[in-house]
C-alpha cells in the first residue's frame, strides 16, 4: 500500500480530504445530503447542493499469456470524487485498488493487492484560457497517459511508448488550458514536477508494465520540467501534438531529456492514431529509449470495433528493438460498459511485453 509521506505534507493532505468532502457528507443540520440527480452510467452520482460528483471505474481482465499460466484478475477499482468550490475552486482525488484480486488454477490470491492514490489535486480557474493545478496529476506526455481509465481506451494491452520511458503520474504544479491560435483551439499544458521534496503518495506503476513482463524498473520523478501542446483541425478529426519534458528519475539516479509526438484523426470509416519519442540520458554511455506505435479503429455493425496496432520500441534494458502486433475487437453495448478481446504477438518482445490472449470487461460508472 502507498504511503503518504511523513511530516506536514501529510497532515495538509489529510485535512484537504476532510475540508474537500467530509463536509458535503455531513452537510447539514439534520445530517444529510441533498437528493442526487437522476444516475445514468458513466456519469456519475451528483449532489447538486454539495457540488459534488462521485464516481469511477472497475475493470475485470483475462491474460492468456504463451507458455505461462491463465489469470484472472481484478484489475482496477477506481473511486473519482470531484467537488467544485464557488465559481473557480476545484478539488478532484482518485482512491485506485489495483490488483486486488488475481485468481489462477491453483489459487485465488490477494498478495499482489495494492492502493494508490492516483490523482489528488486543487485547481483553480485564473481566467477562461488559464487553468493552475496543484497536487499529483497525469503527466502530460502524449493522448494516451492523459486519457488514464482501461475501459476508455480502445485495447487490453498498452503500448510500451506510453509506460517505459516517463513517470506517468507527476506531484508539483501546473498551467493548463485552450487558446484559440488561427481560428483553431491549440490546448496546453505546462507543469513542474518535484516529487523527492514533496511526492506524497508512490504510484505502483511499472517501467514496463504489461502483465508477465519481467523488468522491475520504475520511472518515479525525483523532479521534472516540461510540457505539452495539442493543436486542433479539420473540426477537430485531426490533433496533433509535440511534447518534451527534462528530467530526473529517483532509481536508477539519472537525468533524462524526452521529446515525442503524437496525432489522432478521425474519418468516416477508420480512425487513426499514434504517438512515438526517445529518451537520451545525460551520461552518453547510457542507450536510448526510442519507440512508436500506430494504431487503426474500424467500426462494424451493432457497437463492434476492430482494433489493430503496430509498435517497434528499442528499450534501454536489451539490445535490438522490440516489435509487437495487436489485433482485437471492443464491443460498447451500452454508455459506460466495454468489452475487449485481443490477441498479442511480437518479436524479442518475451521480457517486455509476452504474447498472449487478452479479454477484459470494464465499466465507468
Same mark, same amino acid.
Given at each position: 500500500m502507498s504511503k503518504l509521506a511523513r511530516g506536514p505534507w501529510r497532515r495538509i493532505i489529510l485535512l484537504g480530504f476532510v475540508l474537500a468532502w467530509s463536509g458535503p457528507l455531513l452537510a447539514d443540520a439534520s445530517g444529510s445530503m441533498s437528493p442526487a440527480q437522476p444516475y445514468h452510467l458513466g456519469q456519475g452520482l451528483y449532489f447538486p447542493q454539495q457540488a459534488l460528483r462521485v464516481g469511477g471505474y472497475a475493470d475485470l481482465q483475462f491474460h492468456g499469456l504463451d507458455d505461462q499460466r491463465n489469470a484472472l484478475v481484478i484489475e482496477d477499482l477506481s473511486l473519482f470524487l470531484s467537488k467544485d468550490?464557488?465559481?473557480?475552486?476545484?478539488?478532484?482525488?482518485?482512491?485506485e485498488l489495483g490488483d486486488a484480486v488475481t485468481a489462477t488454477r491453483r489459487q485465488l490470491t490477494t498478495r499482489y493487492a495494492n492502493v494508490d492514490l492516483e490523482r489528488f489535486y486543487a485547481e483553480y480557474r485564473v481566467s477562461n484560457g488559464i487553468t493552475l493545478r496543484v497536487g499529483k $496529476? %497525469?503527466?502530460?506526455?502524449?493522448?494516451?497517459? &492523459?486519457?488514464?481509465?482501461?475501459?476508455? +481506451?480502445?485495447?487490453?494491452? /498498452?503500448?510500451?511508448?506510453?509506460?517505459?520511458?516517463?513517470?506517468?503520474?507527476?506531484?508539483?504544479?501546473?498551467?493548463?488550458?485552450?487558446?484559440?491560435?488561427?481560428?483553431?483551439?491549440?490546448?496546453?499544458?505546462?507543469?513542474?514536477?518535484?516529487?523527492?521534496?514533496?511526492?506524497?503518495?508512490?504510484?505502483?506503476?511499472?517501467?514496463?508494465?504489461?502483465?508477465?513482463?519481467?523488468?522491475?524498473?520504475?520511472?518515479?520523478?525525483?523532479?521534472?520540467?516540461?510540457?505539452? $501542446? %495539442?493543436?486542433?483541425?479539420?473540426?477537430?478529426? &485531426?490533433?496533433?501534438?509535440?511534447?518534451? +519534458?527534462?528530467?530526473?528519475? /529517483?532509481?536508477?539516479?539519472?537525468?533524462?531529456?524526452?521529446?515525442?509526438?503524437?496525432?489522432?484523426?478521425?474519418?468516416?470509416?477508420?480512425?487513426?492514431?499514434?504517438e512515438a519519442l526517445q529518451r537520451k540520458a545525460d551520461n552518453p554511455a547510457l542507450p536510448d529509449e526510442v519507440g512508436g506505435f500506430l494504431q487503426a479503429v474500424v467500426p462494424l455493425p451493432r457497437s463492434l470495433y476492430l482494433v489493430g496496432r503496430y509498435e517497434r520500441y528499442r528499450s534501454s534494458i536489451q539490445p535490438g528493438a522490440v516489435y509487437i502486433r495487436n489485433i482485437g475487437l471492443n464491443y460498447r453495448p451500452v454508455r459506460g460498459l466495454f468489452l475487449k478481446l485481443e490477441r498479442l504477438d511480437g518479436s524479442r518482445n518475451e521480457a517486455l511485453d509476452p504474447s498472449g490472449w487478452f479479454f477484459s470487461v470494464g465499466a465507468i460508472f
Open positions: 468550490m464557488g465559481a473557480r475552486w476545484k478539488m478532484f482525488g482518485e482512491v $496529476f %497525469l503527466t502530460p506526455v502524449g493522448q494516451w497517459n &492523459l486519457i488514464h481509465a482501461d475501459p476508455l +481506451v480502445w485495447s487490453v494491452s /498498452r503500448p510500451l511508448t506510453t509506460t517505459a520511458a516517463f513517470a506517468r503520474h507527476s506531484t508539483g504544479a501546473m498551467l493548463y488550458g485552450t487558446v484559440n491560435l488561427q481560428n483553431h483551439d491549440l490546448d496546453y499544458w505546462l507543469f513542474a514536477d518535484d516529487s523527492q521534496a514533496i511526492g506524497f503518495a508512490r504510484s505502483h506503476d511499472l517501467a514496463y508494465g504489461a502483465y508477465g513482463a519481467s523488468s522491475p524498473l520504475r520511472n518515479d520523478f525525483a523532479h521534472a520540467l516540461g510540457g505539452q $501542446f %495539442l493543436y486542433h483541425m479539420i473540426d477537430d478529426r &485531426l490533433s496533433v501534438g509535440a511534447s518534451a +519534458v527534462r528530467y530526473a528519475l /529517483r532509481d536508477p539516479r539519472q537525468q533524462y531529456r524526452l521529446i515525442g509526438i503524437d496525432f489522432a484523426w478521425t474519418g468516416r470509416r477508420v480512425e487513426f492514431s499514434g
